[in-house]
């Protein structure tokens, strides 16, 4: 039995939910937020101790820490975590540049705990499936990728004195909601190559963007766009991969995307009977946080590596800078970005 402390309890409610849900692997004895009307309903809920920042890493009996602040956060907070011998878990997105992601990845191989960034939607049983297909080795070429994340975000949403600004969100539509859906679609179809990205701030009163738009050349040559925005009454999270054998296409629930269904169509019988072969008896796991925590126990256990690393991180925070470098300077930019690149030390205007 792991013992946790939970560090931020807006989203990190759902990490509580989702731990309790896993008990015989982990047990959550402290929480902490300096906003009382969040930490005493969920500490007294379920039986755990309201802490400051420094008592919770000076507890013996906590082994990982849950960081769920506001993102300007993360970097000081994780990094204080691993020194003082914990294992961390964080959420999107870790930190605002590769320089910070490379200073934690420093920080993790000379730390006794690991780090595993939150990717939530990875878990969800359609991608799994999606995944095992292209792992098999049967997807054949790739060619184009479409993601499209249509959500909602009304004035009340950035009542939240740290949303909708550069400084404390680091960043609008593509960083704070198609994030999972840009993990995703690099999960399935790989890295990117080239990127040139259009943003604009059209939907509420806020700095950070609003909508996006962008296409991607990914390693290997097919093709991807993007688009996102936060004005859509209508919400819809979708994904489409073409690939020699088959196509891929997620349902549209927004936050859900990555369930089942999912529909596979291949292009011919022999297709249609590798993509059988690997579907046929699929057992479904828990999705979402409770999915991702478990396989992090498993590994725990194991001494394995976590189901999302820094390095998944890393390239995610790679991707977002060049979007916003590409949106900044109409470049076409060119992956991967070395340590000289200007935006190296962060995207933020
Ligand atoms: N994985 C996902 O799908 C997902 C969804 C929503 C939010 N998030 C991420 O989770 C993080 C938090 O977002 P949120 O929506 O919960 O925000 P929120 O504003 O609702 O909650 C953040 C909480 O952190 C607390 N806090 C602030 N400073 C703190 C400190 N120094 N120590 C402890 N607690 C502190 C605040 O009082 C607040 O209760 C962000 O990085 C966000 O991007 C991820």
Avoid at 314 to 326: F, P, Q, V
Wanted: net charge negative.
């Amino acid at each position: 039995m792991r013992g946790v402390g939970v560090v931020g309890l807006g989203i990190g409610t759902l990490h509580v939910r989702a731990l309790r849900r896993l008990r015989d692997r982990f047990t959550v004895v402290a929480v902490c937020d300096p906003d009382e009307t969040r930490s005493g309903p969920v500490a007294e809920h379920i039986g755990a101790d309201v802490v400051t920042f420094d008592e919770l890493l000076a507890r013996d009996d906590i082994e990982i820490v849950h960081v769920c602040t506001p993102p300007a956060l993360h970097l000081e907070q994780c990094l204080a975590a691993l020194l003082a011998g914990k294992s961390v878990v964080c959420e999107k997105p870790v930190v605002a540049s590769l320089a910070d992601v490379d200073q934690l990845i420093e920080a993790e191989a000379a730390a006794a705990g690991r780090l595993m960034p939150v990717f939530q939607y990875r878990f969800g049983n359609g991608l799994q499936q999606v995944k095992a297909l292209v792992d098999a080795g049967i997807a054949g070429r790739a060619y184009t990728s479409s993601v499209e994340v249509a959500w909602r975000r009304r004035p009340e949403y950035y009542a939240a004195p740290w949303r909708g600004r550069w400084a404390t969100e680091l960043g609008g539509v593509l960083l704070s909601q198609a994030v999972h859906a840009l993990d995703m679609l690099t999960y399935i179809a790989g890295p990117p190559t080239r990127v040139f990205c259009r943003i604009t701030t059209r939907v509420n009163d806020i700095e950070v963007e609003d909508c996006a738009a962008a296409s991607l050349e990914l390693s290997g040559g097919s093709l991807a766009t993007i688009t996102a925005t936060l004005g859509s009454p209508e919400e819809v999270t979708r994904h489409r991969f073409h690939f020699e054998a088959f196509s891929a296409e997620s349902g549209t629930a927004p936050y859900t995307s990555s369930s089942l269904p999912w529909t596979v169509t291949p292009d011919s019988e022999e297709a249609a009977a590798a993509v059988e072969a690997v579907t046929a008896g699929w057992t479904e796991r828990a999705e979402e946080w409770q999915g991702q925590f478990e396989r992090w126990a498993d590994a725990l256990d194991a001494g394995t590596d976590p189901p999302v690393t820094l390095a998944d991180a890393r390239a995610s925070l790679e991707l977002l800078t060049a979007l916003y470098w590409s949106a900044r300077t109409g470049e076409d930019v060119a992956l991967p970005l070395d340590g000289n690149h200007p935006c190296y030390g962060g995207w933020l205007p």
